[in-house]
């Protein structure tokens, strides 16, 4: 099973507001169908749940928000979920949309429903969730972060590949030459990044991929532009971009 996170900031513009980037979904959709084996999709919010979220003032942590913010935010991601799937059916795939109320309890995933979310992978239908704003109890919401849902997963499914499709062609070393780190062993590289989002941007991602990666599973960072990478990874494990390689 692979397991694909397709970034906010490849799937919109981030620099406007409620602008997708529908023709880098269309050329990532195109290419997934080029994979031939059970596969779990997990997008972000970019300019559609972001922009909302800093409107409203809404983060990751647990809070009494704006309850109108909350269903703003949910709004918005339905909205951007949507322009997704309509990509892929009409590229004749088939997803399964799942916001993550389906398998989250709280801030806990509900591990029988994760799982049966493997078996709709396997029926060869692709399951596709997103970042979202959340209920948690007691008045209280968060955001939870797209990359958090791809942590949760790989605990439960240890998918053979974990895939973050960025606007970048991975992690750098240094941000002004763009030196490609292409492989870590198990160590966490220091990142500096300008941008923040409300989930913590580039930063969020090398946590949860270190995570990841400390399971003892393989995590690869990819140019979504470039999406015939992800289809080289999974299939003759051509690494063209940053890969974590478990302990
Ligand atoms: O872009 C957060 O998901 P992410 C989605 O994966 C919202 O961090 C609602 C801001």
Not at 48 to 70: A, C, F, I, N, Q
Not at 217 to 224: D, P, R, S, T
């Amino acid at each position: 099973m692979i397991l694909i996170k397709l970034g906010g900031s490849i799937i919109t513009n981030k620099e406007k507001a409620l602008s997708p980037r529908r023709k880098t979904i269309e050329k990532i959709v195109k290419n997934l169908k080029k994979i031939d084996e059970p596969i779990i999709i997990v997008h972000g919010g970019g300019s559609y749940g972001h922009y909302w979220s800093v409107k409203y003032d809404m983060h990751t942590k647990e809070r009494k928000y704006d309850l109108r913010g909350v269903s703003i935010v949910k709004n918005s991601m339905i909205e951007l979920n949507k322009i997704i799937l309509d990509s892929m059916i009409k590229n004749k795939l088939s997803p399964y949309c799942l916001p993550p109320t389906d398998f989250m309890s709280g801030n806990k995933p509900i591990s029988k429903k994760v799982t049966e979310i493997e078996k709709i992978a396997k029926s060869g239908m692709i399951p596709v969730t997103f970042g979202d704003a959340l209920w948690y109890g007691q008045n209280k919401t968060y955001i939870l972060s797209g990359d958090k849902i791809m942590t949760h997963f790989a605990k439960i499914l240890k998918p053979k590949l974990t895939i973050f499709a960025l606007n970048e062609d991975g992690l750098y070393s240094d941000l002004k030459s763009k030196k490609l780190i292409r492989e870590l062993k198990g160590e966490r590289p220091l990142i500096s990044e300008n941008k923040m989002d409300v989930t913590g941007g580039m930063t969020r991602k090398v946590e949860e991929a270190t995570k990841i990666a400390k399971m003892g599973l393989k995590v690869f960072f990819v140019n979504g532009n470039k999406p015939e990478r992800i289809v080289k990874a999974v299939k003759n494990k051509r690494f063209e971009g940053t890969l974590f390689r478990g302990k």
